[in-house]
């Protein structure tokens, strides 16, 4: 499969890095190493497929113009819109062009967001009571300077957006209320602090922050037959997972424990995963109306509040 790839920030160097052989041309306005300065430079029967690694308000534009000529997509993401409408035209599109429009969310294949799947599915936990994630980094400033990313939702729609796809992968569209816990900005113009909770089975509380300053991620699912609990991603290892099988009457629990320490395999992993997609057809626009939905209606209930 021949692709490109537009935009040559941060994510989009990885993408190249991973694509390797595959890429055949690479797009940006302002890098000079770019082969393109402009999408639609790019000759038509030169490529099949584009990795698109560029700022949120200008993805919708870019994915219109790749669908409408056959090409697949993986874009990076959050792939949001004002409303869902907009997302269910893309997937229209894609379907009409017979291409596939995905959206990267490389945590699906981190390996104990895996394993936490495999457990849940398993039934092994019972009845699943609580689930707490919490996703962290140091970014405030790096966001802050950046000419783009610190606006609208800021940390709800950067990394909540992850935390969201977490969610709808272990557990699938359940009917839970969403609301605002809180909505802080500290530092910068947008949230940089927020916590999310969700009434339902489970239930559930997400926080993510740009102000944790060594990056770090958790996930706690509390159950009827015992607990798991993942400790930290390959990229800042160790990380450890950790499943407890409840003691009755009581008594500490037997414990399994598994600790990785390796580089993140999950950008090569998801590549692969893309191939796959477009050969069988398959995209995963309908996860992004359900994230695109939520996060719209968390920003909204956070900056009226804010406003308050």
Request: charged letters at 25%; a neutral charge.
């Amino acid at each position: 499969m021949r692709v490109i790839v537009v935009g040559l920030g941060v994510q989009g160097r990885k993408r190249l890095a991973v694509a390797g052989p595959d890429v055949v041309g690479t797009v940006d306005p302002v890098q000079p190493d770019a082969t393109y300065r402009a999408l639609g430079e790019v000759p038509l029967d030169a490529y099949d497929a584009a990795l698109v690694c560029v700022p949120d308000d200008v993805k919708v534009e870019l994915l219109t113009h790749l669908l409408g000529h056959g090409k697949h997509v993986l874009v990076e993401k959050p792939l949001l819109a004002p409303g869902s409408a907009t997302l269910g035209e893309l997937a229209g599109l894609a379907r009409r062009r017979r291409a596939v429009c995905y959206t990267a969310y490389n945590h699906r294949f981190e390996p104990h967001v895996v394993r936490m799947k495999a457990l849940l599915d398993s039934g092994d936990l019972g009845r699943v009571y609580r689930c707490r994630l919490f996703y962290g980094n140091g970014t405030a400033r790096d966001v802050r300077n950046s000419p783009w990313r610190d606006k609208g939702g800021g940390v709800l729609t950067d990394l909540g957006s992850h935390l969201l796809d977490t969610v709808l992968f272990w557990f699938g569209d359940r009917p839970w209320s969403f609301r605002v816990v809180s909505g802080h900005r500290f530092e910068n113009a947008a949230f940089d602090h927020f916590v999310v909770g969700a009434e339902g089975e489970p239930v559930l509380e997400l926080e993510m922050t740009l102000l944790a300053w060594r990056n770090h991620f958790t996930g706690d699912v509390l159950a009827e037959r015992g607990s798991a609990h993942i400790e930290s991603l390959c990229k800042w290892g160790p990380s450890t997972f950790v499943h407890r099988r409840r003691k009755l009457p009581s008594g500490r629990p037997d414990e399994e424990s598994v600790t990785l320490v390796q580089p993140d395999p999950t950008w090569a992993v998801e590549y692969e995963h893309f191939q796959r997609a477009c050969a069988g057809g398959e995209g995963n626009v309908a996860n992004d109306v359900w994230i695109n939905d939520r996060l719209n209606a968390l920003t909204a209930a956070a900056l009226a509040g804010a406003r308050a």
